[in-house]
C-alpha cells in the first residue's frame, strides 16, 4: 500500500508523539524510544522511516558495544559529555574516538560496532536518530562471551576453558544495552574499586 494511503488510516494527530514510559530505566539511566513497535505511524513513511531515542546517561554510564544492523544513527548531546568510538570496516579498519560536547553530534555509519560512554561525574542527556524505524540492536561483547561456542572464543582469545567460564560469568548484563563502571563510580566517589582514595582521571 502506497505509504500516503497508509497514512490515511491513522487519526490526524498521528503525526505528534509523547514519548512512552522508559523502555530501560535503570541506576545506569533511562532510554525512551519512539519507532516501529512504540508507535506503528512510522511504518507509513517512505523508504525505512525513521526512529528516534531520549536518553539520559547516569555517570559512568556505558551503552556497549552494539551494531544497528538496519540504519544509520546520529547522536545530539544535550548537555553532560560523552565518548563515542566506532570500528571501521577493513580494509582501512581504523578506530574512530571522538568526546562529543553539549550542541555537538556525531554520526555511526550502518553495521559499524560502537560504543557511547559518560565517563564523567555527571549526568548526560542525548537525543538519538535513525533513518530507519526499526534499526535492530545486536550487543557484541556480552553475547560473544556468553553465547558462542567455548572452543569459538577459545580460538579467538587463546584462553583455556576455566578462565572462559570465568569471563562469561564477570560479563555483566546489560539492561537495554547499558552498564554502570564500578572504577568510574569509585573514582567520581573519591575511592578505588578497592575502597582506597583515588582521584577522578
Avoid at 512504540?38 to 554510564?61: H, I, R
Avoid at 580460538?155 to 560469568?169: C, E, F, K, N, Q
Wanted: hydrophobic share 35%; aromatic share 8%; glycine share 8%.
Amino acid at each position: 500500500m502506497h505509504p500516503r494511503i497508509l497514512r490515511g488510516s491513522f487519526p490526524e494527530g498521528a503525526i505528534r508523539f509523547n514519548f512512552p514510559e522508559a523502555s530501560t530505566n535503570s541506576a545506569a539511566g533511562t532510554i525512551r524510544s519512539r519507532d516501529l513497535n512504540s508507535d506503528p505511524f512510522l511504518g507509513t513513511l517512505p523508504k525505512d522511516g525513521v526512529s528516534q531515542n531520549v536518553d539520559v546517561y547516569q555517570p559512568c554510564t556505558l551503552n556497549v558495544l552494539h551494531v544497528h544492523p538496519r540504519a544509520s544513527e546520529i547522536y545530539y548531546l544535550i548537555n553532560g559529555t560523552l565518548e563515542v568510538g566506532v570500528q571501521e570496516e577493513a580494509p582501512s579498519g581504523r578506530f574512530l574516538n571522538v568526546n562529543l560536547q553539549p550542541g555537538s553530534n556525531a554520526v555511526i555509519p550502518q553495521g559499524l560496532p560502537h560504543y557511547v560512554y559518560n565517563n564523567a561525574c555527571e549526568p548526560a542527556n542525548l537525543l538519538q536518530f535513525w533513518d530507519s524505524s526499526d534499526p535492530g540492536n545486536v550487543i557484541i561483547y556480552g553475547n560473544f562471551v556468553r553465547n558462542f561456542p567455548s572452543n569459538v572464543i577459545a580460538a579467538h582469545t587463546g584462553l583455556d576453558p576455566m578462565s572462559i567460564a570465568a569471563l562469561s560469568r564477570s560479563v555483566p548484563q546489560p539492561n537495554g544495552g547499558i552498564i554502570r563502571s564500578e572504577a568510574c563510580l569509585a573514582a567520581c566517589s573519591g575511592q578505588s574499586p578497592t575502597g582506597s582514595p583515588a582521584g577522578r582521571h
